[in-house]
């Protein structure tokens, strides 16, 4: 998780830029290529072009941060394999029920936080798409799956290259990539109608946060142990969550999606409140909340003092998805007045 903190940044802008590749016929009249309408479809994904010659069929997800993408346009039956631990509470009894179903392909993780599967494992599962990132030390990347025929969709958050990489995250980008996905998986009308319900949780919540205005607060992820947290800053989506909620984030001037930091800085800035957020790893949210509370210094915190903390699943405010939009919801609600 750790690495995975470091090295694997927030999803900022748009997924990718999609455009029909398949032949037009030359403007001779010639006939349209197999397959469904829209397809082959090309894709600009980490400053490559990728093409999927149909709708895919046989998905798998390398990782879960594409779950709530593709759950939004109703794709999510097309998932044959996944990696990945589930965190209990972020999804709804319908789609956790769905991911219980999906096979897991993975071993786990290493001590650095990669996921641990192999190339072969992958390719076995006959996928006409996968979608994730290139996990370090597995063999797996856009490359060696090409030569088995499979295309791969990077996240951008997880793009090799860090000049690839989106900035700037917004709540508009939740509702484009959500489009993205519909096109992907021609589901078009799916994705408008999940992109509209976005819209309208999202007036809901700025409606019910305005009393939240004014105050501080700071976003810091709590690892199993005691290591000392790590804070967002302004190039997360948490800093657009809190933004949305009407609270200044005391990291927005530090530009880094997530960085490390001391404690006596966290006590330097003494929010009015804190969001903790933690992975699958991290226990139950009494057990999160007690960790941090009992590193020393935090209880010389004005956010500790008072109780004015929010522990959830950090799936809830790490990417622009649909999740997030639950994250806000959740923050609104803690810290109305």
Known sequence: MRRALKTLPLTLA??????????????????????????????????????????????????????PLVDAVGALDRVVALTGKLDEGVYSEATE???????????????????????????????????????????????????????????????????????????????????????????EDEAKAAAAAVRT??????TSSLGASGR???????????????????SSMSHAVTNAAGLTNVFGDVEERVFDLSFERILAKDPDLLILVTGAEGGSPEAVKKRFTELPGAKRLTAVRNQDILVQPFALTNLPTPLAVRGLENVAKAFAE
């Open 14 to 67: 748009v997924l990718f830029a999609l455009g029909g590749c398949g032949s037009d016929g030359g403007g001779d009249g010639g006939p349209e290529p197999a397959g469904s309408a829209g397809f082959p479809l090309t894709v600009q994904n980490c400053g490559e072009r990728v093409t999927l010659d149909d709708v895919p069929q046989r998905v798998v997800l390398l990782g879960l941060d594409a779950v």
């Open 97 to 187: 029920a769905k991911l219980k179903k999906i096979p897991r392909i993975d071993e786990g993780q290493d001590a650095s936080g990669t996921v641990q599967v192999s190339r072969e494992v992958v390719v076995a599962q006959k996928p006409d798409l996968v979608i994730g990132f290139e996990p370090e030390g597995t063999g797996i990347t856009r490359r060696s799956l090409a030569e088995s025929g499979i295309p791969l969709v990077v996240l951008p958050s997880f793009c090799p290259d860090p000049a690839d990489i989106p900035k700037a995250p917004s709540f508009d980008d939740v509702e484009r990539e959500i489009e993205d996905y519909g096109r992907l998986f021609d589901a």
């Open 201 to 206: 949780r999202l007036r809901s919540v700025e």
């Open 216 to 234: 501080t607060v700071a976003t810091l992820f709590v690892f199993p142990d005691d290591t000392p947290p790590s804070a967002y800053g302004a």
